[in-house]
């Protein structure tokens, strides 16, 4: 029994972080966070500082709560990098953060919540910040 999260270090991975801890502490279940660059790009803003993610494991260890923090390496969108872990884990529920976007955003960057939302086999959560 496993929640992932998809976690950037910005309001909507923040949110997403939270609300998997509130559903794992709920259901009793371990929480895997999964952090990434996008395609490769391990400079850009979405891929976490190790002093953020060294907190965020203190954090989780504070509560008690049987966890893992999982910064990912491998080349992939932030997307497939969720999906993999969290069919390696069997995960019960996969816990994302949304931004607002407009259509044409949507269509010409693609999107990493709309991907996860559509080809994940188990249930997701979206949480807006």
Same mark, same amino acid.
């Given at each position: 029994m496993? $929640? $992932? $999260?998809?976690y950037?270090?910005?309001?909507?991975g923040?949110?997403a972080?939270?609300? =998997?801890?509130?559903? @794992?502490e709920?259901?009793?279940e371990?929480?895997v966070?999964?952090?990434?660059?996008?395609l !490769?790009?391990?400079? !850009?803003p979405s891929?976490?500082?190790p002093?953020?993610?060294? @907190?965020?494991d =203190?954090?989780l260890?504070a509560?008690?709560?049987?966890?893992d923090?999982r910064?990912?390496?491998r080349?992939l969108a932030?997307?497939?990098?969720i999906l993999?872990?969290?069919?390696?884990v069997?995960?019960?529920?996969?816990?994302?953060?949304?931004?607002k976007r407009?259509?044409?955003g949507?269509?010409?960057?693609g999107?990493? @919540?709309?991907? $996860?939302?559509l080809?994940a086999?188990?249930?997701?959560l979206?949480v807006? @910040?």
């Amino acid at each position: 029994m496993t $929640v $992932v $999260v998809g976690y950037v270090p910005n309001p909507q991975g923040l949110a997403a972080v939270e609300a =998997a801890i509130a559903e @794992a502490e709920r259901r009793g279940e371990k929480l895997v966070v999964v952090n990434s660059g996008v395609l !490769g790009d391990y400079s !850009g803003p979405s891929f976490a500082d190790p002093k953020d993610l060294d @907190a965020l494991d =203190a954090q989780l260890t504070a509560r008690g709560l049987d966890h893992d923090v999982r910064q990912m390496t491998r080349g992939l969108a932030p997307a497939d990098e969720i999906l993999s872990v969290a069919a390696e884990v069997g995960a019960d529920l996969i816990v994302i953060g949304v931004r607002k976007r407009s259509p044409l955003g949507k269509l010409v960057t693609g999107s990493t @919540a709309q991907q $996860v939302l559509l080809d994940a086999m188990c249930p997701v959560l979206a949480v807006k @910040a």
